[in-house]
T-cell receptor
Framework: AQSVTQLDSQVPVFEEAPVELRCNYS??????LFWYVQYPNQGLQLLLKYLSGSTLVESINGFEAEFNKSQTSFHLRKPSVHISDTAEYFCAVSDRPGGYQKVTFGTGTKLQVIP | ETGVTQSPTHLIKTRGQQVTLRCSSQ?????VSWYQQALGQGPQFIFQ???????GRGNFPPRFSGLQFPNYSSELNVNALELDDSALYLC???????????FGPGTRLTVL
């Protein structure tokens, strides 16, 4: 069985400061890892994904995450946040071929960027 | 290109009633998955439909059922509604079973 733990339910951070949102997973087989973002009153949007290859993955808006197999972690980082990054972020895992089937989500971390 | 759309946006029902939620998948997508997101929780996988057949199910009772139509749109039906069924229901479509999912905005269901 697979599971995801997001250790922080809320993370307040000042604008232009760095941020790390933590995610740990458990899975008995190969894993595929995702970060999704949810803005108020909107559906989920895929932010970045790890399917195979390089353990460091990046998004187009400056976020990055590193797959660490020994620590079973996939933390999300950004060196300088903007007000527009205020949203809820979900870490997710799948152990199915291709990665997108039967995805298990964490409980989410609300990122609040303070001006 | 139209994205994933869901209807209605909001819905209020009472315990014991039945509800049908609808999802129009993105053009060219033949796979639809449904998720339940309770308040303060992450989405939980309900089931997936691929080319009109159920193709995987999460830990939800049989009163949660679905359909996928030839145009790949989908319905989620919930019978005998319970208070705990109050949640945001998300639909996601993809061009195949193993491809990236694109989420709709969700339907907010309140059960009184």
């Amino acid at each position: 069985a697979q599971s995801v733990t997001q250790l922080d339910s809320q993370v307040p951070v000042f604008e232009e400061a760095p941020v790390e949102l933590r995610c740990n997973y458990s899975s008995s087989v190969s894993v595929y890892l995702f970060w999704y973002v949810q803005y108020p009153n909107q559906g989920l949007q895929l932010l970045l994904k790890y399917l195979s290859g390089s353990t460091l993955v990046e998004s187009i808006n400056g976020f990055e995450a590193e797959f660490n197999k020994s620590q079973t972690s996939f933390h999300l980082r950004k060196p300088s946040v903007h007000i527009s990054d205020t949203a809820e972020y979900f870490c997710a895992v799948s152990d199915r071929p291709g990665g997108y089937q039967k995805v298990t989500f964490g409980t989410g971390t609300k990122l609040q960027v303070i001006p | 290109e139209t994205g994933v759309t869901q209807s209605p946006t909001h819905l209020i029902k009472t315990r014991g009633q039945q509800v049908t939620l609808r999802c129009s998948s993105q053009s060219g997508h033949n796979t639809v998955s449904w998720y339940q997101q309770a308040l303060g929780q992450g989405p939980q996988f309900i089931f997936q439909y691929y080319r009109e057949e159920e193709n995987g199910r999460g830990n939800f009772p049989p009163r949660f059922s679905g359909l996928q139509f030839p145009n790949y749109s989908s319905e989620l039906n919930v019978n005998a509604l319970e208070l705990d069924d109050s949640a945001l229901y998300l639909c996601a479509s993809s061009p195949g079973q193993v491809n990236e999912q694109f989420f709709g905005p969700g339907t907010r269901l309140t059960v009184l």
